[in-house]
């Protein structure tokens, strides 16, 4: 159980909550004494109850391995965490902090003073400085905190899910020199780690084991539940035309439609890594490894080992950690490539990481700044007793020089609180000073905002069978700009009209996106699955785009057998941040 001396992780997944307690070696190595985990309900639709759910299962593991108290770190999902990988130009220690935070306050899809962030530097290419910047709202990140203390454990620091992924396979795999990339297949995303040298780039993909169920409950009409049971019990990656069926039906079927969103996940793998080595001048992996729960899916690797053509290995966060006498080593071993982040968020206790990004909630930020200065707190007090004491004796002995003492102090009263009145009026200039210097750093992050929203659209092209012919500001359901000659909006759009007296500022909350498509056999798949990488990104508002995908996209289904070139189609997409025009 749990000591002063053992370390307490706790990985906050999207299904699972996972929990360990580990202890280190003399020659500062690794134990692992306990594990615990906790299933959770991965169904898009209870998203609403997530954090309630994750209260019960935290406090359950708690509970479970006896913690009371006790410090804990954890880690947070990749894909709660804004992640940007930036590269700055040569430039001296003594600037690295101010010129960070400048990019973060232009790359940062929030105001910087919302966000929890922080940065580490990750390597220089060619002069260039590259950096890792990471940031989570401040709001998102102290719900999540205050659910992990209600179970009565006391937050020690927090760590993004990925890093600690990229600490733990460091540590076993010290001896791996060539390029490598770590596909992590969780319930929601798929975290990508490319590790080469000292370098490492990181990017979560919206395809996990929930939409491998989605997919599954789709095509056989069943409920959320069902097909993740099914899935379970009889799921396996099809390995393709080239092999033979399964003799049942119903399993060939499943072990198909898992294969098809497995080619999915595939395609943006490769996209991934085309991106990695043009824009970030990485090299070709030259072998994988995969993590995360559902790469246990039977024949994943195999399916990975032939899309991809290099060698295909399941991660082990054991290699160079020992288990415990207490723990079942072959429970261990069948689950070790899933426990990377447990393994990571340990090392950080025990020694220096090559990735040590941390980001606390503004509560533990204050508890550890109360903490380092407890110790002048107590010192003060001890002073403070002693002249008091000293000043009694004085008083008792010298009692007229004690009130002549009493005057000289309460001129200096009268002389300090007409320096507290100057700075409080300081203060107050102080105040008004940083509230218009709020808002000029946000009407400057504005002007970069429209740039990077269509710069991050451009991205998404994977081919020339699709083209955008309007993008279009929506204000609620009315246009932005009217059209040509100023007649109002355009038809069947309404304006609400303001209040008598109100002045209420406009801002655009969606995007309306017209555009052509090429007729070909897919119909009309290849808008849906623009609309899909559109919908993943950061600047939109949009939850599960699979099952939504004709409430958001209008398009013509394309009839083959006329001799029509392109048919239309349009999206509204809303926007996650509404962006003020007045």
């Not at 503004?362 to 107590?378: G, N, Q, T």
């Amino acid at each position: 159980m749990a000591s002063k001396k053992n370390i307490v992780v706790l990985d906050l997944g999207s299904q699972k909550i996972a929990a360990a307690v580990f202890s280190s070696t003399a020659a500062g190595g690794l134990v692992l004494e306990d594990y615990r985990d906790s299933e959770m309900m991965a169904d898009p639709a209870a998203e609403a109850s997530r954090l309630p759910q994750m209260r019960v299962a935290v406090s359950e593991l708690a509970q479970a391995l006896n913690l009371k108290k006790t410090p804990v770190r954890y880690a947070i999902a990749g894909q709660s965490v804004f992640t940007r990988f930036v590269k700055l130009p040569p430039l001296g220690e003594d600037k690295v902090d101010q010129i960070v935070e400048f990019e973060a306050q232009q790359n940062v899809p929030f105001p910087i003073n919302e966000v929890i962030w922080d940065y580490q530097l990750v390597g220089k290419s060619g002069g260039e400085v590259e950096v890792v910047l990471v940031a989570i709202k401040a709001d998102a990140i102290n719900e999540l905190n205050e659910v992990v203390e209600a179970s009565g454990l006391v937050t020690d620091s927090v760590d993004v899910a990925p890093m600690a992924l990229y600490n733990a396979f460091r540590y076993n795999y010290g001896d791996v020199g060539e390029p490598v990339v770590l596909i992590d297949i969780g319930s929601k995303t798929t975290n990508l780690v490319f590790m080469e040298g000292s370098r490492v780039f990181t990017r979560s993909i919206p395809v996990g084991g929930g939409m491998l169920t989605t997919a599954i409950a789709k095509e056989f009409e069943l409920s959320f539940a069902e097909a993740e049971a099914r899935k379970k019990e009889v799921g396996f990656v099809s390995l393709g035309a080239s092999y033979e069926d399964h003799p049942d039906p119903e399993v060939a079927a499943v072990s198909k439609v898992l294969r098809n969103t497995m080619t999915r996940l595939h395609a943006e793998v490769v996209r991934t890594t085309n991106f990695y080595r043009s824009q970030q001048g990485g090299s070709q992996p030259a072998a994988v490894y995969l993590a995360g729960g559902t790469s246990s899916l039977p024949y994943t690797r195999e399916f990975f080992e032939e899309k991809l053509g290099i060698p295909v290995h399941y991660f082990n966060a054991f290699r160079n950690v020992a288990v415990g006498g207490n723990i079942d080593e072959q429970s261990i071993a069948s689950r070790a490539h899933a426990m990377g982040e447990l393994v990571g968020l340990a090392l950080r206790a025990i020694g220096t990481c090559p990735m040590e990004l941390s980001l606390q909630p503004d509560s533990v930020s204050l508890r550890k700044d109360a903490a380092r200065r407890f110790p002048y707190f107590m010192m003060a007090g001890f002073s403070l007793l002693a002249m008091l004491a000293v000043s009694g004796l004085y008083f008792q002995r010298a009692h007229q020089l004690a009130e002549e003492q009493r005057q000289v102090v309460q001129a200096e009263q009268r002389a300090l609180s007409t320096t507290d009145a100057q700075i409080n009026e300081i203060l107050t200039e102080l105040e008004a000073t940083q509230a218009l210097s709020s808002r000029l750093e946000q009407a400057v992050s504005g002007k970069s905002y429209w740039a990077r929203l269509l710069a991050a659209m451009n991205e998404q092209f994977t081919d020339e069978q699709i083209w955008l012919t309007v993008v279009e500001p929506l204000s609620g359901e009315d246009t932005v700009v009217p059209p040509a000659g100023g007649a109002g909006p355009t038809p069947g759009t309404t304006r609400p009209a303001a209040q008598e007296g109100e002045a209420e500022p406009r801002k655009v909350t969606h995007l309306r996106i017209s555009g052509l498509y090429r007729a070909n056999p897919a119909g009309q798949s290849i808008v849906y699955q623009f609309g899909s990488r559109l919908a993943a990104l950061p600047f939109f508002d949009i939850e599960d785009f699979d099952a939504r995908q004709n409430e958001i996209v209008t398009s013509v289904q394309p009839d083959l057998a006329r001799d029509r070139w392109a048919y239309q189609f349009q999206m509204i997409l809303p926007l996650a941040e509404p962006f003020p025009l007045d």
